[in-house]
């Protein structure tokens, strides 16, 4: 079946990186996107990252562009998401979700399958 797991996540100081990986499996990362998403306590999910099943185009948030970038190891069946110079604005709990959806999209409604998350806390 469909399962996804993230990990990598952790407490790092505003200006430090940390990369999570999704590790994807029941199914191939060539016939599905695969988005980041993230959700601070007490706000929405918000969209972070994505990328696209058949070419891996990506998209990010404007929030997060030219500090975190998405990339695909597709014979690992694992995606990953670089987040550097991070900021106490980007704690919060990151999950990486698929579906049947093929296009690189950042509305939650459109992936079916969820990991269980992985916290990411800024702070020094």
């Known amino acids: 079946q469909v399962q996804l797991v993230e990990s990598g996540g952790g407490l790092v100081q505003p200006g430090g990186s940390l990369r999570l990986s999704c590790a994807a499996s029941g199914f191939t990362l060539d016939f599905h996107a695969i988005g980041w998403f993230r959700q601070a306590p007490g706000k929405e999910r918000e969209g972070v990252s994505c990328i696209s099943a058949s070419d891996g185009t990506t998209y990010s948030a404007e929030s997060v562009k030219g500090r975190f970038t998405i990339s695909r190891d597709t014979a690992k069946n694992t995606v990953y998401l670089q987040m550097d110079n991070l900021r106490p604005e980007d704690t919060a709990v990151y999950y990486c979700?698929?579906?049947?959806?093929?296009?690189?999209?950042?509305?939650?409604?459109?992936?079916?399958?969820w990991g269980q998350g992985t916290l990411v806390t800024v702070s020094s």
């Open positions: 979700a698929t579906g049947v959806v093929r296009l690189c999209v950042l509305r939650a409604n459109s992936y079916d399958y």
